[in-house]
């Protein structure tokens, strides 16, 4: 039997075609049109994609966005002023500091800066703490994007013991979180974790956030395990692929994320949530 493939680009069409409809509501019903503002700094490639790829995708749903360019000498200093005024701009409901940044600017000062009613990435202290506590805040996106995924198929998360491999802030550390939010019951794998197929081959649920390409072939699995794969890596020949093996892993999990088409456009879609999100608690003040 070959797996189930969970589409992220069909799923996040449709959630986004629903989310046009919302957006349009907001502005014809509270005048109120969500804008999103991004921070660049230095000249990444990735990160320059990453960041054209999510003001494209406001722009497609109604959402407002632009994007600050900054050369990577920017000081510390100067950068969290920024966004001290955009915290004060009523204009301005989501703010998001594209990662990661250049070694002289501590990402912790820049994440605590950011008004958490404006921290669409979820990245704020204050978020992560109520999403611990299992209250309704910002989530982060690509976490988010997993756990939507899963909904979108019915799979039963409650109970299931779920395998996270990598630690990230941004990624590892929070879909633990939220999947035991679900009533899952998580371990945490990483770089220095020994015997690692150990753990993966008794897990229900896979998540490879690892950042190593085609790392997890199916012998890391169990017969029917559920594997969502976040990895985005560029091979040699200019092609993206994932951290699993797929068409290794195809052929023994029951659902598989492919890469690209995957989490990736999950994670911006989320990103356009968290922006409605903060625009309509704007408008309640
Ligand atoms: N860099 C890689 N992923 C992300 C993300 O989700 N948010 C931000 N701000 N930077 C990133």
Known sequence: MSASIINGKELAHDIRQNMKEEVSQLIINEGVTPHLTVIIVGDNPASKSYVRGKQKASNETGIS?????????????????????LNKDPKVHGILVQLPLPDH??????????????????????????????????????????????????????????????????VGKPVGQLLLNEN????????????????????????????????????YLKQGAIVIDVGINRLQDGSLTGDVDFDNV????????????????????????????????????
């Open 65 to 85: 966005s632009d994007v600050i360019e900054f050369p990577s000498s920017i000081t510390e200093e100067k950068l969290l002023q920024v966004i001290q005024e």
């Open 105 to 170: 600017i501590r990402e912790e000062h820049v994440i605590v800066t950011i008004d958490p009613a404006k921290d669409v990435d979820g990245f704020h202290p204050m978020n992560i703490g109520r999403m611990m506590t299992g209250e309704d805040t910002f989530f982060p996106c690509t976490p988010y994007g997993i756990i939507t995924m899963l909904k979108s198929k019915n799979i039963r998360i409650e109970g299931k013991h779920a395998v996270i491999i990598g630690r990230s802030n941004i």
């Open 184 to 219: 899952a019951t998580v371990t945490y794998c990483h770089s220095r974790t020994e015997k690692l197929m150990d753990h993966t081959t008794r897990a229900d649920i896979i998540i490879a956030a690892i950042g190593q390409p085609n790392v997890i072939t199916m012998d």
């Open 250 to 285: 195809k052929q023994k999990a029951s659902y598989l994320t492919p890469v690209p088409k995957g989490v990736g456009p999950m994670t911006i879609t989320m990103l356009l949530k968290n922006t409605i999100k903060a625009a309509k608690g704007l408008s309640k003040q």
